[in-house]
């Protein structure tokens, strides 16, 4: 099939195929991109996102680079598109702060109609990040903060794979195998970097098959429907030869003992006992639970079955907003999000200094291609140092100097922290378990000694 967007979303995007359409900072839509199905009285018909932005037929979006802004349109509200209203329901994404995104087949309302062509979205390609944010949830799901932290404990890199349980809503599933790609499978090719995902609900494991599906994932990540407690970790009764674990369960003990290297006693299984383990290995395991009497069982546990170097981590996330303050220089805010309640004068007092500045600097640079003075870049505004050549762009552009004043770069830069430390997410439960050594492999390795045994 197609490739991941979320692996190599290219440089435009495309049609059945998914993209996040931003409407601001913490409004984020998923959606599978439509084709137009034709036209009908001149108009495309097709799929339209309704925000309170403006609508945005899909064909509109289809094609586009990522990252473009799109402008809303005016879209026709007669009744045609309604034949396809059902199967159409079924792919319209409600947007959880309601402020009233849908996707609906060729309509808008009058309300839609009034704000059309004023309104824009950007649309971005999917990233673990923007998915954590906008996917629908069916659990408790792990966030950003606490899996780029794991990702890099459990050492999980390009093709690696990784065991986990349960998918859950599939946060963890799509950061994991963003990390372990390597390359999709050539022909009959098993590929190395690989997701091995266990989900005991039925319905949540039909719903994570049906998205690594719409997501391109199929090939990098089984999901398997199974109890891990009593049923374990192999895949068609083959082992996934994991070197990365995840487990995120209400239990995590009760797995444990089928994640060993050699069978454990009480474990049901007939023999030969096979471990999902990779053998020559170690293996690296995160186990993430909410409560601490989880996490001393979990340990307890840990230590009977030989797993070592065993700690417990807390991430506690905070959130720092680096802004550039714009006030009263008339830019186009976030969407009408507020001015911040940094001290107003000190910014007009700042934007006096630049503006003198500039001119100065002008003044100046003028001089310079009249031959007559030097330019030092330490006086030059702070836009023209970050953003130009040093000096030799000073000396040598012909354009005014305040034309490389990037918008974006207006405005003193500040910073502000959450007074509060977001609220407790879960504990972290590192563990390794050693690589297994064979009396040929100690041989071997002792053989490759310039002094010998
Ligand atoms: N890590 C997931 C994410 O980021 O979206 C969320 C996982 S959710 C908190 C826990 C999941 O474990 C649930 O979907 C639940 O059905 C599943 N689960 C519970 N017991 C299980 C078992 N014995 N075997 C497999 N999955 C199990």
């Given at each position: 099939g197609a490739a991941s967007p979320f692996l190599e979303p290219g440089t435009r995007t495309s049609a059945n195929s998914l993209a996040i359409v931003h409407l601001s900072r913490d409004n984020l839509l998923p959606v599978i991109l439509q084709e137009s199905k034709g036209e009908v009285d001149g108009y495309a018909e097709g799929s339209v996102i309704n925000t309170r932005f403006g609508s945005f037929p899909h064909t509109t979006l289809i094609n586009q680079p990522w990252g473009a802004?799109?402008?809303?349109?005016?879209?026709?509200?007669?009744?045609?598109?309604?034949k396809r209203k059902l199967q159409d329901q079924e792919t319209a994404v409600e947007d959880s702060e309601g402020a009233g995104?849908?996707?609906?087949?060729?309509?808008?309302?009058?309300?839609?109609l009034e704000t059309a062509s004023s309104g824009f979205v950007h649309i971005l390609p999917p990233t673990p990040e923007v998915w954590t944010t906008s996917l629908p949830h069916r659990t408790q799901v792990v966030y950003t903060p606490d899996y780029s932290y794991i990702l890099h404990r459990i050492r999980a890199r390009p093709g690696m794979r990784i065991i986990e349980a349960g998918a859950g809503s599939g946060s963890f599933t799509h950061a994991s195998v963003r990390a372990v790609y390597s390359g999709y499978p050539k022909a009959d090719d098993d590929a190395r970097g690989k997701v091995f995902s266990f989900e005991f609900n039925e319905t949540r494991f039909h719903k994570m098959e049906a998205e690594v599906e719409a997501h391109g994932l199929k090939d990098l990540v089984k999901v398997s429907h199974r109890d891990v407690y009593n049923?374990?970790?192999?895949?068609?009764?083959?082992?996934?030869?994991?070197?990365?674990?995840?487990?995120?369960?209400?239990?995590?003990?009760?797995?444990?003992?089928?994640?060993?290297?050699?069978?454990?006693?009480?474990v049901e299984q007939d023999a030969p006992w096979v471990s999902p383990l990779r053998s020559d290995r170690t293996v690296h395991l995160c186990s993430f639970s909410p409560c601490i009497e989880q996490v001393t069982k979990t340990v307890e546990v840990m230590r009977q079955l030989g797993w070592m170097q065993i700690?417990?981590?807390?991430?506690?996330?905070?959130?720092?907003?680096?802004?550039?303050?714009r006030?009263?220089?008339?830019?186009?805010?976030?969407?009408?999000?507020?001015l911040s309640p940094y001290d107003v004068g000190e910014a007009v007092q700042r934007l006096r200094e630049v503006e003198s500045k500039s001119k100065e600097f002008h003044e100046r640079t003028q001089g310079v291609e009249n031959g007559e003075v030097d330019v030092d870049m330490d006086d030059a505004p702070e836009a023209q140092k970050t953003n130009g050549t040093p000096a030799k762009g000073a000396n040598e552009s012909k354009a005014p100097i305040s034309s490389s004043a990037k918008p974006y770069m207006m405005g003193r830069l500040i910073h502000r922290t959450e007074p509060e430390i977001k609220t407790h997410t879960s504990y972290l439960v590192f563990a390794v378990m050693p690589q297994e050594w064979t009396e040929e492999q100690e041989a071997a390795a002792f053989a490759q000694w310039p002094c010998g045994r």
């Open positions: 802004q799109v402008r809303a349109s005016i879209v026709d509200t007669g009744s045609r598109g309604r995104s849908t996707t609906t087949p060729g309509q808008a309302t009058p309300k839609d049923n374990g970790f192999l895949v068609d009764g083959k082992s996934p030869e994991a070197e990365c674990v995840f487990l995120d369960l209400p239990a995590p003990w009760k797995a444990l003992p089928h994640l060993s290297r050699s069978k454990p006693a009480g700690e417990m981590f807390e991430v506690s996330h905070k959130r720092v907003n680096v802004m550039r303050e006030v009263g220089l008339n830019m186009p805010t976030d969407r009408g999000s507020n």
